[in-house]
C-alpha cells in the first residue's frame, strides 16, 4: 500500500477537490474538520508523507491509533481505542503485562503507578524479581475478531504502544531509582540487559500484531524522555543506554513494511540525533521545542510535525488565517523535505484555515 501510494501519479490540485464529503472530530468535544474530495484516501496520502512523495498536509486526520484492550497496559493506563466503547473511570487502572499496579486519576485523565513501593530497589534485582507476561495468553484472536472493520479503513492505522524502555523502567522503579540507574555504574550492565529482553519481548508483541492485524500500517511507541525545560538525561547517555534497544525495534518494524513513529514528550531538542540514530520516520514535538529549528535542522532525516503562527480562531479575521496558512505551508511543505501539522495546532483548523493549508499544501507537494 505504501508503496503504491507513492507511486500513484497524482494529478495536479483542482479547486473541485474542496468539495466537503464528510467531517472528522479528532476527540470528543473537538471542532468537526471537514473532509474533502481528496485525489487518495488519507491512509495512502499518510504513507506517501513517509515515501517523501506527499500529496497535502496532513493533519492527524488521516491517523487512526488503535490500543486494544487486549493488552494489558492499555487498560491499566486507561488509553483503549478500540472498537468498543471504553469508560476509564469505570475500567481503567489494575494491572500492566508485567503485574505493576496503576491507578486512575480522573483529575488528570490519565494512570501512574502510585510512588514509593518500587517493586525493583537496585537494577540487579531484576532477573528474580519481575515475572514476564506470556503473551500467547493474550485474547487475539477475539481482538482480531473484534477489530476487524475498524483497522480495515481508509485511514492510516498506529498501534499505540505504551511504556517503552526507560518509562518502563520507571514503572519498575520510581522515577528517582530509574533515572539514577541510567548513569550508576553498578546498574547500568543490568538496564541494558533489561532492556535487551524487553526488546525481545516487545518485537514478538509487535510481530504478533501484525500476523492477527495485518491491515495496520504502522506502530507508534511511547517513551517520555523530557520534562517542560530539560532533557531527564544526557543525549551520551540516550545513545548507549535506549538507542541500540529501539533500533532493534524499528529495524523489525521497517523489515515488516511498517513505520515507527516516536511519541516522547518534553523539551527534548538535544535528543533529535539520537531519535535519528534510533531509526525513527517521525517524531511530534510538544510546543516547549523550537520545532522550527528542529525542521530546519533535521527534517530531511526524520519528518517532524510543525506548527503554524498561533492565533485566536475566534478573533482572527478569515483572511488572516488564511496568510498564516499559506504562509505554513510555505515553510513546511516542500516536496524534499515534508512534514505533517502538530497535534497541538488541531484547534486552528478552521474551515479556512484548512482548506488555504490543503490548497497551498496540495500546489506545494504536487502542483
Not at 37 to 52: G, L, S
Request: charged share 25%; hydrophobic share 40%.
Amino acid at each position: 500500500m505504501k508503496e503504491e501510494a507513492a507511486l500513484k501519479t497524482i494529478p495536479p490540485f483542482s479547486p473541485s477537490e474542496l468539495k466537503v464529503v464528510s467531517e472528522i472530530s479528532m476527540y470528543p468535544g473537538a471542532p468537526k474538520i471537514p473532509l474533502y474530495d481528496f485525489p487518495v484516501t488519507p491512509k495512502e496520502a499518510y504513507a506517501a508523507m513517509f515515501a517523501r512523495k506527499p500529496v497535502w498536509q496532513p493533519t492527524n486526520i488521516e491517523t487512526r491509533l488503535f490500543a486494544p484492550r487486549m493488552l494489558p497496559d492499555n487498560v491499566a493506563r486507561a488509553f483503549v481505542i478500540d472498537a468498543l466503547p471504553f469508560d476509564p473511570v469505570k475500567s481503567g487502572g489494575g494491572p500492566d503485562m508485567f503485574g505493576v499496579v496503576w491507578e486512575y486519576v480522573p483529575q488528570v485523565g490519565g494512570s501512574m503507578v502510585r510512588p514509593g513501593k518500587p517493586l525493583l530497589k537496585d537494577a540487579n534485582e531484576w532477573r528474580d524479581k519481575l515475572v514476564w507476561p506470556d503473551i500467547e495468553k493474550w485474547d487475539w484472536e477475539g481482538a482480531a475478531r473484534d477489530n476487524e472493520a475498524y483497522v480495515d479503513c481508509d485511514r492510516y492505522v498506529n498501534v499505540w504502544f505504551m511504556n517503552g524502555w526507560f518509562e518502563r523502567l520507571i514503572s519498575f522503579m520510581d522515577f528517582e531509582g530509574a533515572i539514577m540507574a541510567m548513569v550508576d555504574e553498578d546498574q547500568k550492565d543490568a538496564v541494558k540487559e533489561l532492556f535487551d529482553k524487553l526488546t525481545d519481548l516487545y518485537i514478538a508483541i509487535f510481530d504478533k500484531f501484525i500476523t492477527y492485524f495485518p491491515k495496520i500500517d504502522g506502530f507508534q511507541i511511547h517513551d517520555d524522555w523530557g520534562s517542560q525545560k530539560e532533557t531527564f538525561f544526557s543525549p551520551a547517555v540516550v545513545e548507549e543506554m535506549i538507542v541500540p534497544y529501539m533500533k532493534r525495534v524499528t529495524d523489525f518494524i521497517h523489515s515488516k513494511g511498517k513505520t515507527a513513529e516516536l511519541h516522547s514528550c518534553g523539551q527534548i531538542f538535544k535528543q533529535v540525533p539520537n531519535m535519528i540514530k534510533a531509526g525513527w520516520d517521525c517524531w511530534q514535538p510538544q510546543t516547549m521545542n523550537d520545532i522550527a529549528k528542529i525542521y530546519e535542522l533535521y527534517g530531511d532525516k526524520i519528518i517532524i510535525a510543525t506548527m503554524p503562527e498561533p492565533f485566536d480562531p475566534a478573533a482572527t479575521p478569515e483572511e488572516e488565517q488564511r496568510a498564516i496558512a499559506r504562509a505554513y505551508a510555505n515553510a513546511y511543505c516542500k516536496p524534499d523535505k515534508p512534514s505533517f501539522l502538530n497535534f497541538n495546532a488541531l484547534h486552528l483548523l478552521t474551515p479556512a484555515f484548512r482548506e488555504e493549508l490543503y490548497r497551498q499544501s496540495r500546489i506545494n507537494y504536487g502542483g
